[in-house]
Nanobody, 118 residues
Framework: QVQVVESGGGLVQPGGSLKLSCTAS????????MSWHRQGPGKERELVAA????????NYADSVKGRFTISRDNNKNTVYLQMNSLKPEDTAVYYC???????????WGQGTQVTVSS
């Protein structure tokens, strides 16, 4: 049974930090590129950051470059998103996605809420 579960969301003040985790099971984790997406109130879902299966390459949305860092631990079947210098506009539900590197097989998590507010 495939599971993709995000955790680590919450309420944080502007300028603060949070670290999201996404733990997967039921598939061969290293064969999947992983990415974080977010959907803010009244907005479309957007890509935040992505990482290849071996962790050797990453890419980021312009809005988070220099503030967010994506990483993965293939021994723990987990991908992380370290978020620093958070802004109110980072408020969103953050979703984790797994995409097979050689096919269109895709799995999504259920999302975790991040709220940046004073």
């Amino acid at each position: 049974q495939v599971q993709v579960v995000e955790s680590g969301g919450g309420l944080v003040q502007p300028g603060g930090s949070l670290k999201l985790s996404c733990t997967a099971s039921g598939f061969t984790f290293r064969n999947y590129a992983m990415s974080w997406h977010r959907q803010g109130p009244g907005k479309e879902r957007e890509l935040v950051a992505a990482i290849t299966g071996d962790g050797g390459s990453t890419n980021y949305a312009d809005s988070v470059k220099g503030r967010f860092t994506i990483s993965r631990d293939n021994n723990k079947n987990t991908v992380y998103l370290q978020m620093n210098s958070l802004k109110p506009e980072d408020t969103a539900v953050y979703y984790c996605k797994a995409r097979h590197t050689l096919s269109t097989m895709t799995y999504w998590g259920q999302g975790t809420q991040v709220t940046v507010s004073s």
